[in-house]
């Protein structure tokens, strides 16, 4: 294991445990979206992105965007391990007040940079946003987290066919594919497939990889673009609830949060 990879898999471990209290807390939703990307948060955070906590706007960063907007528990969880604000506003998550909504709300939390949670709007933003970079003659990236329930909305592959045509190779859409979404399966629902065909004809480079193999993620997050003059999309092949047994592939889990004898099974799996 690198050194790169021990890093990273201790991230998640503590931010899976992060999310895991926050939602139990809050009798809030969506611990399952929160596992099934935390590995791949863990890797951005954890050394791929450009970032300088004490300077959140420092104008030289890379961008993170998560369009996924419904886990915010995990995000803030990232933020708080990164040193953007402090560990105890994590237990504020989701009350009344609290500067960390249940979606990801931007407003006063440091290295938020857009608010999310209506979906399909995150790969749009993304796209303006390297665009200006590229204009600005800037060196940071763009990266955006998509759920694959999302990419049903007419608006991603808008996105997707302007990132396209303007060679915005400064973009990287990652794609949290564990193939559930709010009532059903993706291939139920909207079946995506052939999900990489449909990237690759709008001219994105595209590289499909387990989203739970922090050897993988760094290999490829870590080197972008992936080819020169196209946009990079990584599909990350993932699991609804990974880390705990109990919650792994089951569509229960976007809407449950753990009682407190499901906080104590889960806490121990997650941190062996």
Not at 116 to 130: E, K
Not at 199 to 213: F, M
Not at 258 to 265: R, S, T, V, Y
Request: hydrophobic letters at 40%.
């Amino acid at each position: 294991m690198t050194a790169a990879t021990q890093t990273s898999t201790s991230l998640a471990r503590r931010i899976r445990s992060h999310a895991l209290r926050m939602t139990h807390a809050a009798k809030a939703s969506h611990i399952g979206s929160c596992f099934s990307m935390a590995d791949i948060l863990a890797v951005l955070y954890g050394g791929v992105l450009r970032f300088d906590p004490s300077r959140p706007d420092w104008p030289e960063r890379d961008r993170f965007i998560q369009s996924k907007g419904h886990a915010a528990a995990i995000l803030y969880a990232a933020l708080a391990e990164t040193g953007f604000f402090p560990a105890d506003w994590l237990s504020t998550y989701s009350c009344d007040g609290s500067r960390l909504g249940g979606h990801v709300t931007g407003h006063g939390v440091p290295g938020i940079e857009l608010s999310s949670g209506s979906l399909g709007h995150g790969l749009s933003v993304a796209c303006g946003m390297s665009l200006a970079l590229r204009a600005d003659k800037k060196a940071s990236r763009v990266f955006t987290l998509l759920s694959d329930g999302e990419c049903d909305e007419g608006s991603i592959w808008e996105a997707a066919l302007f990132a396209g045509h303007h060679r915005l190779d400064n973009l990287v859409a990652i794609i949290d594919y564990n193939k559930i979404q709010s009532f059903g399966s993706v291939a139920n629902v909207l079946d995506l497939e052939p999900f990489a065909d449909k990237w690759r004809a709008a001219k994105w480079s595209v590289v499909e990889i387990d989203g739970h193999n922090h050897d993988a993620l760094h290999k490829n997050i870590g080197h972008m673009p992936l080819e020169a003059g196209k946009p990079s999309v990584i599909i990350a092949h993932t699991i609804k609830g990974k880390g705990v047994s109990f919650m792994e592939g089951q569509l229960a889990w976007h809407y449950k949060s753990a009682n407190d004898e499901q906080l104590a099974q889960a806490l121990t799996e997650i941190n062996g």
